[in-house]
């Protein structure tokens, strides 16, 4: 697609060494992210993480399964200078049009991304055509994301909108969204995000 949108200007998990509220809170959500992935059987050995950013969490998840973690993200010189030494080979490209046969992954992960497309509904259907088993997805719990925000002073002018956040969704909101292209398994609700996981066969 022509209209690619742009997510963050910054590392997606640098609160963890720049702010100790937003550290929290961020450490608290991966280790949710863990124990959801812990539930995944068999343990996946092929994960593919849409939106993998610098790749801390790819990594984490390497060391937990002993996957290859593949991350996915649009072009960017700072993200491939990061995934130099990744846990897995870094894809770049368009969310909305991936690049990968059918049911090619035993896990895949969406994690702050769909926030940040175009269209959520084509990203989700193109997740869901490149697993054989579970999506692990997340998004911003609004409109606590936004006053979290506000409360750590960031994006003050924008009243508290992350720049590239287009799409925004309550827990309940978000999950019909998912259910509309998998079947809820397990949520979970890691201030100030919504943490779903779900089959891809409907």
């Known amino acids: 697609m022509s209209n690619i949108v742009t997510g963050n200007h910054h590392p997606k998990y640098g609160g963890i060494h720049t702010n100790p509220c937003i550290g929290v809170l961020t450490n608290r959500f991966v280790r949710h992210l863990e124990r959801m992935v812990d539930t995944v059987s068999p343990i996946p050995a092929t994960i593919l993480d849409v939106g993998c950013a610098e790749g801390t969490v790819a990594r984490r998840l390497a ?3 002993g996957a290859s973690v593949t991350g996915f993200d649009l072009p960017d010189t700072a993200i491939e200078s990061a995934w130099a030494n990744g846990p897995g080979p ?3 490209g368009d969310a909305h049009e991936l690049p990968f046969e059918d049911n ?3 896990l895949v992960l969406g994690l702050e991304v769909l926030e940040h497309v175009a269209d959520p509904h084509q990203v989700l259907a193109e997740m869901v055509r490149v697993t054989k088993g579970p999506l692990i997805l997340s998004v911003p719990n609004e409109p606590f994301f936004r006053m979290g925000n506000l409360l750590t002073g960031r994006h003050v002018r924008s009243l508290g909108n992350t ?3 287009w ?3 309550t827990p309940i909101g978000f ?3 998912v259910s509309k292209h998998a079947a ?3 949520v ?3 201030f100030p995000w919504t943490l779903v996981r779900a089959s891809a066969d409907l």
């Open 175 to 177: 999950q019909a969204l």
């Open 167 to 169: 799409n925004h969704w």
């Open 163 to 165: 720049p590239g956040h």
């Open 184 to 186: 809820l398994d397990e």
């Open 90 to 92: 870094l894809v770049t």
């Open 188 to 190: 979970r609700h890691p």
């Open 63 to 65: 060391q937990l399964t």
């Open 104 to 106: 090619h992954f035993d």
